[in-house]
Every structure is written in structure tokens, then in C-alpha cells.
């Protein structure tokens, strides 16, 4: 290479990166910081840094909502991981694949909208749906269909089943973020599926396996990886998701569906009394970054991450 | 009879896919409904109107129960939609052009710090933005930019640049170098190179990129929540949020008009771009 173009290289290697690495340094990578340093303060709307060193950590110890919340974020994840982001997931892509190709693009199309809805709408929808007879939509349907004695309300904390001890107000957060949740999953999916090499799929059939058999011993074990992988990374979405939350029941009645992030935020933020714990607040979302770093080392080491990071292919000196 | 068992075999799927999408699709034909009718008894409307869309020639939304005052208006529907756009389209134009600049430089320099930046943004998309929400605040509080859709503008492109540069390289990473080599070889800088030869080439996946910013911008709702004091500032989402507030109170036929008028681009990209959207949702940082 001649010498004059390497001279002229650093200068342009600036103007292509700089404006991302100052942005990414003032506004993601100094709140890492900055979020470390403050959950060691009792700082408040004052923004003074009073060091308490560990106290808000022994204060989370000793915090009797702590526990019901943990709990909580716990059976969130689980439950919307499993009955939909994986889950419902899997049914959405299995069966849109098994159906004419147009029709079954449909459907997946019709999953996506609540994720590209703004919060804001797709919480009044759901509001709305839930109100009482004659104008929330569920119920209208239900009345119509003629279950005139049942109703469906938000906030109703009686179990769903006298055999299921979960409240009917947990039953629609989960359904409201389910909704959301399925697509990321039925799109990873159904790539995959559609990949399999149909010769597997007619082997199976040639040796006479049924439907059923077929998506359990051909199609779900040769998407093994994508399915560990939406659980992994699923995961850490639903851990931190509160904002759905926050607009449908804001972790009420009480603390009932209150999770860990909206803890944090309401910690930090909520406009009734004591808030402006940001020292408090902080310290509640380290937990959540720990939670997650530890299970991205995890995933880096499972998915092999460092491949994705190769030396760029065409070496420019 | 083995006729018949067949076709009610292959009609299994369809019930079982008709029977959990129905929910959705009647969620937002509701919503429709009811944006142009008086009441609407679940999907029935009462008495069909367009007096629930008069905020468009008005420019304001009255609070239910405020009679005429005021002080009992929602700030001016124009000032937010245009706070709104621009907040999404400056958020999708920054993140495309910063993003496309530096993942060009990591898919083709190999310049020092590479793997270090490249290992940081990947650490860094496990911090979801709640775990930020106090330091960000902070930080805007010190450079002044507390309660000013800049400052918004400036943290969500922020946020959301490390996904963007990945995605970006990738899209680089899938265009041979020959292209280039014989640009650079006619004497074009590398800037030249970058903007006529290569951008020509990444266009869908800008188009992917710009349109999921942008609807993200759109639909931004906490950080306005809670970097935005201000009325003058505020955004649609905002709007809709206040207006959920005072659920017992509100007018909702009315709800329901502001909200399908905030969704429309939404609406928009769904009919029109809907492959675009297929590509990003999978790269989405979304809530869940």
C-alpha cells in the first residue's frame, strides 16, 4: 500500500466512529458507571452523593416487599416464558408452516402487531376489552355467547380455578405481555423451521410417523439451538420489562403484580410519597444487571458469541 | 368417511390458529369501532359519529368534566404529533447514519480497540435501559438537558446504537470487498467509497433499521415519562397515558380517536412495509 494512504486512514477511521463512541460514552457507558457508584448513596431528588457505602444492599435484605416482589418477577418470567414467548411461540410457527404458506403469513402478521403498537394504545385496548358488561369487549363476547353469569375484571384478585391459586389480575399482566412476547420467538422459529430440509419431514412420513410424531421426534429436536436460544435471551427481556406493567396495573393492587424493575423505577420515580430514592432505586436495578451479566457470560459461552466477533475479513493497512 | 376425517384433520390447524389470534384482531377492530362511534357496546357501535375526531380541527383535547376552561386542556394534538415526529424521525436518522458510519469502520478497518468496542457494545446490551434510568437522569441533569426532547432524542439513539452497529455490520460484513477496492483504486476517498458505493448496496437493511427506529421513537413512552416535565414537550404517548389516567372520567370515544390517530404510522408500516418489520422485530430490544 502506498505510504499516503495510510496517513489519511486515521483521521477517516475517526469521522466514522467518533460520533457513536461519544454517544455510547455519555449516555450508556457513564450511567453503567454512574448507576454503580449512586446505589452506594442514599441520594435523592437532591442529587447530592451522601455515601452509605452498603446500606441500601442491607436495606434490600431487610425490605419485607423485596421478597414478595422477587417472588413475583420470578413466577413472571417463568410463566410468560413458558406458556408464551416459547410456548405459544412454538405453536404460532409449527402450525402457520403447516398451513398454506400466504394464509399462515397472516396469522404471524396478525402476532406482530401488539409488539409494533405503542404501550400507550395497546394498554387502553386492553383496558377497554376488560371493562364491564355491555362495553368491554370480553365480556360483550362472553354475554353474547351466552355465559351471561361469568364476567372478567381487571383488577380481580379471586383465584382463576378453585384448583389454580392464581389471582385472574395476574392471569391478564401475563396475557397482556404474552401477547407482546410471542412474536420474537415466532419469528425465530418459523426461519428455522421453514430450514429444515423437507427430505427429513417426508423420511418421517414415508416411515409412517403421524403429525404429531413428526414435530416431536423430527421438527422440535432440529430446533433445539433457536429454542434454547429465545429462552436464554427471553429471559433477560422479560426480567427487565416493566413498562407494560407500569401503564396496566402499576404493580397493584398493592404490590400483587409488582416486579423487580418496576420496584426500581418506582423507587426512583413514582410520584407518590418516598420517592426519589434514586440511591435505593439504583442499587435495586444492580441487582438486575448482575442477574443479567451473569447470564450473558453464560450465553456467551453456550452460543459462542466470540465467533461473531472475528477479525473483519479484509485486512486494510 | 376417509375423506372427510382428512379434511377435518387439516382443518385442525386453522381452528386452533383462528381461536388464539381472534382475541387481537377483534382488540383492534374494536378499538376502530369505537373511534367513530358514540358508545360502542363491545363490537357494536351505538350511534356512528365523527364527533370523537373534532380534536383534529380544534387542535385541542378538552378533559372530560372541565366544561369549556382552559386550564382543563390537553396541550395543543399539533405541537405533540410534531413533537412526537420529530423525536422519531430524528432518533432513526441518527441511529442509521451513526450506526452505518461506525459499523463500516469495524466490518473493514482493523484499527486498535476494535475487539474492545466491539466486546463493550455486545456487554452492553444486557444493561436494559431501566438499570440507567437514575445515572441517565443524572447525567442530563448536569449537561442541562433535563426536560428537552434533545436530551430524549440523545439517550434513546444512545441506547439503541450498539444494536444498531451490530446489525449494521453484518449487512457490511455481506458485501465484497472487490466493490470497494476498485472505487478506492479510481481515486474515491473513503468517505466517497462509503456513501456511493457501499450505501447503495446495505439499502434494505437502512430501510429496516429506520423504520424500527422509528417507530420506537414513536411509541417512546418511559423516557418521556420521566425526563420530560414540561406539557410543550410532551409526546403522543404521553397524551394517551394522561388521558388513561383519568380512565373513569374520560371521554372514550374520544380515547379511542387519539389513540388510532397515534397509531397510524404504525398502521402504515404494517400494511405496507410489513418485511422490514419481520427482519428487525428479531432484533428488537423491545420489553419482552
Known sequence: ?317 | MARVTEYIKASIPYLILIAITTPIVLMYIMLFVASFSRTVYGLVPDQITISNWNFLLTGYIQAPGTGQVEAGRYPNIYIVTFNTFLLALTVATLEVVFSSLAAYAISRYNFKGRNLFLTTTLILHSFPSITLLIAVFYVLNILGLFDTLIGVILVKVALELPLGIWIMKGFYDGIPWDMEMSALVDGCTRLQTWWKVIMPNVKGGIASTMIFAFLSGWAEYIFILTFIVSQQNWTLSMLVASMIGEWRFVDYGQLAAVSFFYMLPVVIFFLFFQKYLLRMTIASKGPI
Open chain 1, 1 to 317: 500500500m502506498p505510504l499516503g494512504f495510510k496517513r489519511i486512514k486515521i483521521p477517516y477511521l475517526y469521522i466514522f466512529i467518533s460520533p457513536a463512541v461519544i454517544l455510547i460514552a455519555t449516555f450508556f457507558i457513564m450511567p453503567v458507571i454512574l448507576t454503580l457508584l449512586i446505589s452506594f448513596t442514599g441520594m435523592d431528588y437532591k442529587l447530592q452523593w451522601n455515601w452509605i457505602g452498603l446500606g441500601n444492599y442491607y436495606r434490600m435484605l431487610r425490605d419485607r416487599w423485596a421478597q414478595l416482589i422477587m417472588r413475583n418477577t420470578i413466577f413472571y418470567v417463568i410463566a410468560t416464558l413458558v406458556c408464551f414467548n416459547v410456548g405459544m411461540a412454538l405453536v404460532i410457527s409449527i402450525l402457520t408452516t403447516h398451513i398454506h404458506d400466504k394464509t399462515g403469513a397472516a396469522f404471524r402478521a396478525a402476532w406482530l402487531l401488539p409488539r409494533i403498537t405503542p404501550s400507550t394504545v395497546y394498554i387502553v385496548i386492553w383496558n377497554w376489552a376488560l371493562a364491564p358488561y355491555p362495553y368491554g369487549l370480553f365480556n360483550w363476547v362472553l354475554h353474547t355467547l351466552g355465559f351471561s353469569e361469568v364476567s372478567f375484571q381487571k383488577f380481580n384478585l379471586k383465584p382463576i380455578h378453585p384448583f389454580i391459586p392464581l389471582p385472574w389480575v395476574w392471569l391478564w399482566v401475563i396475557l397482556v405481555n404474552g401477547f407482546i412476547g410471542a412474536s420474537f420467538g415466532m419469528i425465530i422459529f418459523t426461519a428455522a423451521i421453514k430450514a429444515i430440509p423437507m427430505d427429513y419431514i417426508n423420511a418421517a412420513k414415508v416411515d409412517g410417523a403421524s403429525t404429531l410424531q413428526t414435530i416431536r421426534y423430527v421438527i422440535l429436536p432440529m430446533i433445539k439451538w433457536p429454542i434454547l436460544f429465545v429462552t436464554a435471551y427471553q429471559t433477560l427481556s422479560l426480567l427487565t420489562s416493566y413498562e407494560q406493567i407500569l401503564l396496566f396495573t402499576d404493580g397493584g393492587p398493592g404490590y400483587m403484580t409488582e416486579v423487580w424493575a418496576l420496584y426500581s423505577f418506582h423507587k426512583a420515580f413514582a410520584e407518590y410519597a418516598g420517592a426519589f430514592e434514586f440511591g435505593y432505586g439504583a442499587a435495586l436495578a444492580v441487582v438486575l444487571v448482575v442477574i443479567g451479566l451473569i447470564a450473558s457470560v453464560a450465553y456467551y459461552k453456550v452460543f459462542r458469541f466470540r465467533e461473531l466477533m472475528l477479525e473483519s475479513k479484509i485486512e486494510v493497512t
